[in-house]
């Protein structure tokens, strides 16, 4: 059924439909809503969950952390700085091969403290062994949620999932969303069975130290397994199709108007709905322009990306985020899907924008258009004010 | 099942540990049907590497700071599975873990009313890295971090009161012991577990390496800091003090003399009357002195 909802609200109904049986957040803006829409439920009896409010968000993936291994699935999300806080916790319980879904309502870094939309926050935690799934509207955040149980809780797989949304746009956003039906869900997500559990009955010591004899196999494995969900992702996609009729194809990429395209754009999140409509606007021109979305950012699917872009003349990446010192993540992972390949476009230019949430028009993708010739470009922001760069500290 | 194989031998303690001598009787004292989350530290690193663990019972680690939150959400989740009623969850970690960097998180515990026993084992510094200090550490203490020179007495911060802090919270049970006091120490276990919310017990657990005593002297000096009045014996249920480690005090010189990390004390009367001081207070406080 079609319902106008808050994006927040969205996901709290997409949680609900998941049935966790531990709930712990720390709030922080923009991924407040989302708890709050849970607390309400949980207090009204609508859900059946331990909802715990803790002290930080270090202590609510923690919680989550110790619910998931005694064998109860359940959900954390958080933002920017809370991400940052639990960090630690982040990679843990990929280390530890727990499945478990995080939103990251995506907002920037502090310092200068900004409370909008970039994606450094989830960026920043890119290499924890996480899948990190990038939505661009709200019915992919509610898709991506159950999709992220599924895929998450797979005896293959084990390993959690990071559903990451554009804070305030797609949070506090109002769209249509087809809100699954709940005994569907029950036939695409069985209750969660766990391959390890803290239970007195089968007494098993969990988290024990690795030295140099054993670590470095325990990180293989999560390479392996992600290398593994470049294929198991899409097998869900597909018994998601089947059930629900909603098509993501592989759910890695999205390719929009790639085939002929002259230009293409890389991009992620909400920012591919802008980025869209330029595209069609300059279609109808008669102009080649595609868009190429990439969903999964981890796994990263190199293979995909270059055979989409490989004839590709001219391709621009669009980062919402940066890498202080190197290109920034998106474009570092494109550039690197054409190393020692045959084929490649003749320029991968590289384009900053909307950090610490600012906007990203129609008006800014054309400027990229506009920019992306044959000379690469290393990295460039745009709509930068120069005005602001004039300020100096002594001589 | 026997008790006596939930912790089993053959982990890699140091001879002469306290903490391992007490973590073995908090979880025989506890019994099998128990969950156990430790934070990183001491017990966690001698106990549990893999592919050997001596735990016989379900046993996590995660991070040092967060055992006191990952023990909330097993027993979040026990509750969600009904099975709450008949499973015993401790959190358990050295005295940094708890007193510095996990106090946010055991403060998070003790408020929020889980049913969960926390343990500190308070060897008074930072072992696991190397005899550091911690917010626990006795003033004057000499550590890796706090070491004597021209310049310096040693730890200048007497131990942080963590048992009044834990009470502060307004949990029902609290209590300190010690690694000389065995029987003691199970019945604590005991008591605290026949009560529902959480509780906090502090053990004082000697540690050769940091403290620089000789490894058969474990017991004696865990004794003598109770018997000098420096490490208090208390039990608070509901607030309410309901029994304390009685003492005929001696003077906090025999303590001392017996580590190294108190030796540079040992030449300078001024420095040992202010230990005695401390010793004084706490005796007074909680009135430890035998009558007659
Ligand atoms: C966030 C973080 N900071 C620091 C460390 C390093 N570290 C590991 S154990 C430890 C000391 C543990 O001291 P304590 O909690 O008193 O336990 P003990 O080893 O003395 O029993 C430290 C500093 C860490 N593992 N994680
Ligand atoms: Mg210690």
């Known amino acids: 059924m079609k319902e106008l909802l808050e994006g927040s609200r969205a996901v709290a109904e997409a949680v609900k439909l998941c049935k966790p049986g531990v709930i712990s957040a720390y709030p922080i803006t923009p991924q407040t809503h989302i708890v709050e829409e849970l607390a309400q439920m949980v207090a009204s009896g609508e859900l059946d969950s331990q909802f715990i409010n803790v002290e930080s968000e270090h202590s609510a993936a923690s919680v989550v952390l110790g619910a998931v291994a005694t064998g109860v699935r359940a959900f954390t999300a958080t933002s920017s700085q809370g991400l940052l806080y639990m960090g630690e916790v982040v990679f843990n319980i990929a280390g530890m091969r727990l499945p478990l879904v995080m939103t990251c309502a995506n907002r920037a870094i502090s310092a200068p403290i900004n409370i909008w939309n970039d994606q450094q926050d ?131 990429v999205e390719e929009y108007h790639t085939k002929d395209a002259e230009k293409v754009i890389v991009a992620m999140g909400s920012v591919c709905g802008t980025i869209k409509e330029v595209v069609d606007e300059f279609r109808k021109k008669g102009k080649k322009i595609g868009l190429l979305r990439i969903i999964s950012f981890r796994p990263f699917p190199y293979q995909r990306v270059y055979e989409i872009l490989k004839d590709i003349p001219r391709v621009a990446v669009l980062d919402k985020s940066v890498s202080l010192g190197a290109y920034s993540p998106l474009a570092i992972e494109i550039k690197a899907a054409f190393a020692g390949k045959k084929k490649a476009p003749q320029a991968i230019s590289s384009f900053v924008a909307g950090l610490g949430g600012r906007d990203i028009t129609p008006e800014s993708i054309k400027d990229i258009l506009r920019k992306l010739t044959q000379k690469e470009i290393d990295l460039e922001f745009i709509d930068l004010k120069p005005e602001l760069l004039k300020e100096s500290y002594g001589d | 099942m026997e008790t006596d194989t939930l912790f089993k031998p053959g982990h890699t303690a140091c001879a002469g540990c306290g903490q391992a001598i007490g973590a073995k009787l908090v979880i025989e004292s506890a019994g099998p049907n128990t969950i156990v ?12 590497k893999y592919p050997e663990s001596a735990w016989n019972v379900p046993w996590i680690h995660s991070l040092f700071e967060n055992a006191a939150a990952v023990a909330s959400g097993v027993e979040a989740a026990l509750i969600y599975l009904g099975k709450k009623a008949n499973t015993n969850v401790i959190a358990q970690g050295g005295d940094g873990s708890t007193a510095d960097i996990g106090l946010q998180a055991l403060s998070g515990m003790l408020e929020r009313g889980h049913d969960i026993l926390y343990v500190c084992y308070d060897n008074e510094a930072y072992m696991n890295t190397g005899v550091q200090r911690s917010g626990l550490t006795p003033f004057s203490s000499a550590t890796t971090t706090s070491p004597v020179g021209a310049k310096s007495f040693g730890n200048i911060r007497p131990k942080k009161p963590m048992p009044e802090i834990a009470l502060a919270h307004g949990i029902p049970y609290m209590a300190t012991c010690s690694s000389a006091f065995m029987q003691d120490i199970q019945r604590k276990i005991k008591k605290a577990l026949s009560i529902k919310g959480p509780k906090y017990i502090q053990m004082h657990v000697p540690c050769p390496l940091g403290w620089r005593h000789e490894s058969e002297l474990t017991l004696q000096v865990a004794k003598l800091a109770v018997e000098t009045g420096l490490y208090p014996i208390v039990e608070y249920e509901n607030g309410v003090l309901i029994s304390k480690g009685e003492i005929t005090p001696k003077p906090v010189e025999e303590y001392l003399k017996v580590q190294g990390r108190f030796k540079h004390l040992l030449t300078n009367p001024e420095a040992i009357k202010q230990i005695q001081d401390i010793a004084d207070y706490n005796i007074q406080k909680y009135g430890l002195k035998k009558e007659g």
Not at chain 1, 150 to 174: A, N, Q, W, Y
């Open chain 2, 37 to 48: 989350v430790n934070n990183t530290g001491c017990l966690e690193v001698f106990s549990a």
């Open chain 1, 122 to 252: 989830s960026i920043s935690l890119r290499d924890a062994g996480w899948i990190q799934l990038y939505a661009e509207n709200n019915q992919e955040v509610v898709d991506f949620h159950l999709m992220g149980y599924r895929i998450s809780e797979d005896k293959s797989m084990m390993l959690p999932v990071m559903v990451c949304m554009d804070g305030f746009i797609l949070t506090h956003g109002m769209e249509m969303v087809d809100m699954p039906e709940q005994e569907k869900v029950g036939i695409f997500l069985p209750p969660y069975q766990p391959l390890y559990k803290l239970d007195p009955a089968f007494p098993i010591s969990m988290g024990l130290l690795a030295d140099p004899d054993y670590y470095m196999e325990t990180r293989f494995a999560i390479k392996e397994t992600l290398k593994d969900a470049l294929q198991f992702i899409p097998k869900v996609a597909l018994e998601f199709k089947n059930i629900f009729g909603r098509d993501y194809k592989d759910c890695l």
